[in-house]
């Protein structure tokens, strides 16, 4: 006799697994992936929402290192829980308890002067209601406390906004930056950036280098320009950034 078969079986963990709460099985749907090289290479989210915010996180010059769903807080025990054996206790622990006891967020980053930050990522219009909000601000007061800082991002729903089409252009330009610029296109955009700030499609005229070619000189930081309010279009006002990656730091336009 066979069987019933089962249905909603969330990924199975070992022991050498640390963190706690990993991309569940999307009943039918892909899984939505991404390569990281600061998350140690290809990982997989729970949203487009938390895929752009991996971008967001991949070119921004302050992040050393960052990790999807990293730990899961206890709300009750008002503590970090880093591996599955301290997660199962917990809920040993707490028994059949109901109520809001957990909660984990979707990234941590570890920044260049070696602080640790958190971030809860949210779609424009989906935010949450009242109750999700009340369990938000209890994990932030304990993740306070352990130093992890917990920020909310609400990801525009607008697909053309400026952070969300520059994100999808840097990230990959970022990577392949080096395959692309040559010494003498970069000695060639700087010059003409000497006297002030110009036009790209000026600039990719006068020059003769593809439109292709401008996400890597924004992504390494030849140019530098207004990429959280304004597109990479024919009419993005640029100037040379002379290695200031500043313009990468693209975070703060999505803090709620």
């Not at 991996?54 to 070119?59: D, K, N, T």
């Not at 352990?146 to 697909?159: G, I, K, Q, R, W």
């Not at 952070?163 to 990959?172: D, I, S, T, W, Y």
């Not at 950036?193 to 000026?202: I, M, N, Y």
Request: charged share 25%; net charge neutral.
């Amino acid at each position: 006799m066979r069987s019933a078969p089962s249905y909603g079986v969330r990924s199975r963990r070992t022991a050498a697994n640390a963190g706690v709460r990993f991309t569940a099985r999307t009943y039918g749907k892909a899984r939505i992936g991404t390569y990281a090289e600061k998350a140690g290479g290809h990982i997989t989210v729970d949203s487009d929402a938390e895929r752009l915010v991996a971008h967001l996180l991949s070119v921004d010059p302050r992040v050393r290192s960052f990790k999807p769903q990293p730990f899961t807080v206890d709300l009750v025990g008002e503590r970090l829980l880093l591996t599955r054996e301290e997660v199962s206790e917990a809920r040993r622990m707490r028994g059949g308890r109901a109520g809001e006891v957990e909660y984990t967020p979707d990234f941590a980053t570890v920044q260049l002067d070696g602080l640790q930050c958190a971030y809860e990522v949210k779609l424009e219009g989906y935010e949450g209601d009242d109750r999700y909000w009340a369990k938000i601000e209890r994990a932030r007061e304990i993740m306070l406390a352990y130093c992890y800082p917990l920020s909310t991002l609400v990801v525009p729903a607008d697909e053309r906004h400026p952070v969300v089409v520059n994100a999808q252009l840097l990230k990959p330009a970022l990577v392949r930056a080096q395959e692309y610029l040559t010494p003498d296109i970069i000695d060639r955009v700087q010059r003409y950036c000497e006297s002030g700030p110009v036009l790209q499609r000026d600039l990719c005229a006068d020059l003769q280098i593809p439109t292709g070619l401008l996400p890597p000189l924004l992504a390494t930081g030849v140019l530098q320009a207004d990429v959280a309010h304004h597109r990479i279009c024919a009419t993005l006002e640029l100037s040379a950034a002379y290695g200031d990656l500043g313009h990468l730091c693209l975070i703060e336009e999505l803090r709620s």
